[in-house]
């Protein structure tokens, strides 16, 4: 069985930045792609970013591109965010996930990533 607990978050002015950061436990973690979602008040579940599983291999979504770094460290089994430059429209519990293949082809949607996290809150104000 494998667990997922973020951390990270908090309440942030626009501009600013957080590193949210993603603790695994159990038996895998580095034969795993990871990912980043986010849902927003009376909002779907929305991909953010995610890593293969050596870490070689990184993609975005549009929205935060240039401003998130997605990044793992598969000998103390985390997975990391950084968000830099954050904007109110970040604001969102934000979750990790794994996935149950390496790579990170074809659509990056919540139905094919699981275990969760239990998710971190991310506020960023005006």
């Known amino acids: 069985q494998v667990q997922l607990v973020e951390s990270g978050g908090g309440l942030v002015q626009a501009g600013g930045s957080l590193r949210l950061s993603c603790a695994a436990s159990?038996?895998?973690?580095?034969?795993?792609?990871l990912g980043w979602f986010r849902q927003a008040p009376g909002k779907e579940r929305a991909f953010v970013a995610a890593i293969n599983l050596s870490g070689s291999i990184t993609t975005y979504s549009d929205s935060v591109a240039g401003r998130f770094t997605i990044s793992r460290d598969n000998a103390k089994k985390m997975g990391y965010l950084q968000m830099n430059s954050l904007k109110p429209d970040d604001t969102a519990v934000y979750y990790c996930a794994l996935r149950s293949e390496g790579h990170i082809n074809g659509d990056l949607v919540p139905a094919v990533f699981g275990p969760w996290g239990q998710g971190t809150q991310v506020t960023v104000s005006q």
């Open positions: 159990g038996f895998t973690f580095s034969s795993n792609a």
